[in-house]
């Protein structure tokens, strides 16, 4: 496809659209004690709700968005999304209670879907196989810059201006992206390819893609490895000053970590059109795997509070693991989808969001404060993806066919 926007420049954007989601979760968690203080916390509501809630509207919102790329065109879709996404974000930025903070966020996270679903399918309309999974790696090596300095940036930004101007910026990004992408992305998906959006075509061509083994299993895999990093999301803070005493310097620690998943994105990029997306996923799911036992056996031999350096290095390599699969997985998943990347893109954004969501519940209600309930997480995650994935590589990859 001919365009003036150079291939660099189409990373760059892809990667920022994508990044609203990270950013949107990880600048607000130091910010998270002073909104419970400022409009209060009424059971069973409470600020972790902020986190859950916005993932839960995403995984809502991916389920629609992605149809919609489907009939009307991915640049629409992502527009659209991203109206949702900022009224969203004036809604919690004017909050004067904490359920109007969390409706925010939920229309957040439903609008986010959008440049979520809609990026993937753009990449899965220019690009195939290896490839695909070379342009998500390269994708991932620059939104994970985001979570590396979201949190420290965001500190800041609260201390000195409060919690609300953390929605000031979320609104500028959207702003700003959304005009970028106007006027300068073309539209990928051709009028003729485009299916319309009628509820029982899109049940008739979401049951072909859940049908196809491949598909449904990765998707389960791809949530199980999510779930992973979303068990450390919600209990990281936490267990760095239960554990460790960190609070004012936790930012750093958690850029530290980060960084193992930005150089393996970078690095899969370099070397998936080598060794293929396969085999990089399977050798990423055994060293998440290994990571997790390594860390439970230390764990246990120091009564559940690991030396802060065991934990660094070991979360290190397991954030090492989950960078190398981020962009193979979904580009394994998507390999198959042709013509309903946008349908099938949502069914495995929102599929594995939902599993990450219970993945993370379920372990992270063991949480005690120590290190044994990440390593856990770790170790059943690496364990229980990699035999799906070795299943679901067995399966058909011929494309989905498609109803009109």
Do not use: C
């Not at 509501?45 to 809630?53: G, K, R």
């Not at 991916?62 to 969203?88: F, H, I, T, W």
């Not at 679903?117 to 195939?128: G, K, L, N, P, S």
């Amino acid at each position: 496809m001919r365009s003036s926007i150079s291939f660099r420049e189409r990373i760059a954007l892809y990667a920022l659209l994508t990044s609203l989601t990270s950013v949107s979760i990880d600048a607000l968690l130091p910010g998270l004690r002073q909104i419970g203080e400022e409009v209060g916390v009424a059971p069973p509501l409470s600020t972790q709700h902020i986190i859950s809630l916005f993932i839960f509207g995403m995984a809502f919102g991916e389920l629609l968005l992605g149809p919609l790329s489907d009939a009307m065109g991915r640049k629409k879709a992502l527009v659209l999304g991203l109206g949702v996404y900022a009224v969203g974000t004036i809604t919690a930025m004017l909050a004067g209670s904490l359920e109007m903070v969390i409706l925010g966020r939920f229309l957040q996270g439903m609008g986010v879907s959008g440049p979520k679903i809609a990026t993937r399918a753009m990449i899965r309309d220019q690009f195939e196989g290896d490839a695909m999974a070379r342009v998500m790696s390269l994708m991932f090596t620059l939104f994970i810059l985001v979570p590396m300095l979201a949190p420290a940036l965001a500190q800041g930004v609260i201390l000195f201006a409060g919690w609300r101007t953390v929605f000031g910026v979320y609104l500028a990004m959207a702003v700003l992206l959304g005009l970028w992408l106007v006027m300068r992305q073309p539209e990928t998906l051709p009028a003729d390819k485009r299916i319309s959006f009628r509820p029982k075509l899109l049940f008739l061509n979401g049951r072909r893609i859940l049908s196809k083994r491949r598909v449904a299993l990765l998707i389960i895999a791809t949530g199980i490895v999510f779930g992973a990093q979303l068990l450390y999301l919600s209990t990281a803070a936490d267990l760095f000053f239960d554990a460790y005493g960190i609070k004012e310097t936790f930012p750093f620690y958690f850029a530290v970590l980060a960084t193992g998943i930005g150089l393996a994105s970078f690095l899969s990029a370099k070397l998936v059109q080598r060794f293929g997306m396969d085999a990089m996923a399977r050798a990423a799911f055994i060293g998440l795997a290994s990571a997790g036992l390594l860390m439970l056996l230390a764990s246990m031999l120091w009564g559940g509070r690991l030396p802060l350096v065991a934990l660094m290095v070991f979360g290190f390599s397991a954030f090492f693991a989950i960078g190398v699969l981020f962009g193979n997985l979904n580009a394994m998943a998507m390999r198959s989808l042709g013509q309903v990347a946008g349908l099938g893109a949502s069914l495995i954004a929102s599929g594995s969001s939902l599993i990450a969501i219970l993945f993370a519940i379920g372990i992270g209600s063991f949480y005690d404060g120590t290190t044994m309930n990440l390593a856990v997480g770790f170790f059943i995650a690496g364990v229980s993806s990699l035999i799906l994935a070795e299943l679901a590589v067995q399966g058909d990859t011929s494309p989905v066919e498609v109803a009109r």
